[in-house]
C-alpha cells in the first residue's frame, strides 16, 4: 500500500509526478543532472526497472556513485560509472534522429505558449543587452529529435512568456506544421510541462493548455504566475501527492544531500488540506 506523504517540498512533488509518467522499457534522452535526471532515476527504482536513458552528453544507462555521490555532473568519470556505453551527444542525437528516442526530458529557462524553450539570453540578443546564459548544451537535439519531450519549470511570470527572447530549443515554433516545414522529424515536438504547482498539455493548435493542479494551489494562482493565459481544459484534473515509499527512495538513494530537491517551498497536511507550511 502506498502511503501519500504529509510533509514534502515543491521540488520533491515535481519530481516524483515526472517518475509516475515514465514509461518502462522506453529510452529517454534526460538533460544534465536535476530534476530530469531525478525523475528517471526514482522511476527505475519504483516503477520502471526496465526503462533505458541517455544522459544529456551521451552517455548510456550510468548509475554512478550514487547516493554517495550524485549525478551532478557529465562528461566525468564520475558520473559514468557503471555506464552500458560511454557515448558522445553526436551519438545520442544519430540515435534520435533515427527513431529510437521515445522521449527526452529537459529543465527550461523560459517557455512559451508554442512549448519553444530559451536558455540563451533574456531580453535583447543583438548587442550583448541582454542577461546571457550557458545555453542550451544538447537540449536542442533533444528537443528536435526526440518523439516526445517533457519540459520542466517553475510557476513564474518570467518562466511563463508569450514569446522566449530567444529559441534555444524548439518546440512547435509558431503553430501547427511549423516544425515540419524548417526540417525537423514529423510527428514530434513538446508534450507536457510540469512545475510545482501544475501540469500543461498542448491542443490540436499546438498551443500550451493546463491540465492539472496541485492540491496546495488553485487555478487562479497557476494563472497568475504567467504572463499570457493559456488554454484550460474542460475539467482539470488534482495531482496526487507523492508517497512515503517514494520519498524514502528519493531522499536515500537519490539526492541525500538535498542539491536537487532542497528548493522551493514546502507542504504539508494541516486540517485534511495541503497547504504550504508556514515559514
Known sequence: MSTPAEQFSEREFVICQIARLVEDRYIYWVGGGGEPLSSALLAKRMTAPNLQYLTEDGVVG??????????????SSRANYRALQWGTMNYAADLAHLGYVDYGILNTLQVDRFGNVNSTVVGKYAGGEGRRFGGPGGADSIAALAWRTILITDQQKRKFVDRVDFISSPG?????????????PPNTGPWRVYTPWARFGYDKNCQLMLQAIAPFVTVEQVLEEMSFKPDIADTIEIMEVPTDEELLVLRTEIDVGGQVTDRGRWVELKDGKYRFAQQ
Open 62 to 75: 550510468p548509475e554512478a556513485l550514487v547516493p554517495f555521490d550524485p549525478l551532478m555532473t557529465m562528461i
Open 172 to 184: 512547435f515554433l509558431d503553430g501547427p506544421g511549423a516544425r515540419e516545414r524548417h526540417g525537423l
